[in-house]
C-alpha cells in the first residue's frame, strides 16, 4: 500500500513565477491538507480539501490556492513568488478523525 | 486560535536513557486531539503517538509514553529506553475536533533530539 506521495521532490523558481506541486493521498483516505514548513520551524497549516472543495483554510494570503481532484489527488498552486515561499511543503492525507500521514514534501526555493 | 509551545529547542540524552519533552498549549475547545509526530533528517514527518482529550488515561505506545495534563494543558512525551534512532525533531501538535472530519493541525517549533551513543 502506496503511502502519501508528492511530486516534485525539488523545485527552483524565481519572484514572480507560479509553481503546482501535486499530492496522492494514501489509499482510503479522502482528505488532503498542505502545510509549509519554513527552515527550523514547525509546520504552517495553509488549507484542507475534502470532497474537492476547501474545507478549512489557515492564515495564507490568496495567493496561495488549491484543487482537489475526484481521485483525492490534490495540487497547490502558489502565484506571484516571493522570497520568503521558500521552505518544505508538506502534503497530509487522512480520513475522518484519523491522524494525518504526511508526504515527504517538495522543497521549493525561490530565487 | 491554538498555540502550542514547545520550550527546549535542543535536548541531548545517552542511549538507552529516559528523555521527556515537553508540550504546552492554549486552546478554549473542549474538544480535542494532541500529537506528537517524529521528523528526522530524511524528513518524512511520522507520528509517534496521539491523545484524544476526552480520554483520561495517558497513551502509550511501545517506549513513548504521554503525560496528559488537561488542566495545566500540557502535554509531555517521555522515550524510554532511546535508542540512537530515535536521533529526530519531534513536533506536538494540536488538532480541534470538528463534526465529520479532521482540521488542520497546529504545531509547535519543535524539539531537536540527540541520542548520543
Known amino acids: 500500500d502506496a503511502g502519501v506521495t508528492q511530486s516534485p521532490t525539488h523545485l527552483i523558481k524565481t519572484r514572480g513565477q507560479q509553481v503546482t506541486l501535486r499530492c496522492s493521498p494514501k489509499s482510503g483516505h479522502d482528505t488532503v491538507s498542505w502545510y509549509q514548513q519554513a527552515l527550523g520551524q514547525g509546520p504552517q497549516f495553509i488549507f484542507q480539501?475534502?470532497?474537492?472543495?476547501?474545507?478549512q483554510r489557515g492564515n495564507f494570503p490568496d495567493r496561495f490556492s488549491g484543487h482537489q481532484f475526484p481521485n483525492y489527488s490534490s495540487e497547490l498552486n502558489v502565484n506571484a513568488l516571493l522570497l520568503g515561499d521558500s521552505a518544505l511543503y508538506l502534503c497530509?492525507?487522512?480520513?475522518?478523525?484519523?491522524?494525518?500521514?504526511f508526504g515527504p514534501g517538495t522543497r521549493l526555493t525561490v530565487l | 486560535a491554538q498555540t502550542v509551545t514547545q520550550s527546549q529547542p535542543e535536548m541531548s540524552v545517552q542511549e538507552a536513557e529516559t528523555v521527556t519533552l515537553s508540550c504546552t498549549y492554549d486552546t478554549s475547545e473542549n474538544n480535542y486531539y494532541l500529537f506528537w509526530y517524529k521528523q528526522p533528517p530524511s524528513r518524512q514527518m511520522i507520528l509517534v503517538i496521539r491523545?484524544?482529550?476526552?480520554?483520561?488515561q495517558n497513551a502509550t505506545e511501545n517506549r513513548f509514553s504521554v503525560n496528559f495534563q488537561k488542566a495545566a494543558k500540557s502535554f509531555s512525551l517521555k522515550i524510554s529506553d532511546s535508542q540512537l534512532g530515535d536521533t529526530a525533531m519531534y513536533f506536538c501538535?494540536?488538532?480541534?475536533?470538528?463534526?465529520?472530519?479532521?482540521?488542520?493541525?497546529?504545531f509547535g517549533k519543535g524539539t531537536h533530539l540527540i541520542i548520543q551513543p
Open positions: 501538535a494540536f488538532m480541534k475536533g470538528i463534526v465529520g472530519g479532521a482540521d488542520g493541525l497546529t
Open positions: 497530509a492525507s487522512s480520513r475522518n478523525y484519523n491522524e494525518q500521514f
Open positions: 480539501y475534502y470532497e474537492e472543495e476547501e474545507r
Open positions: 491523545q484524544e482529550a476526552y480520554k483520561q
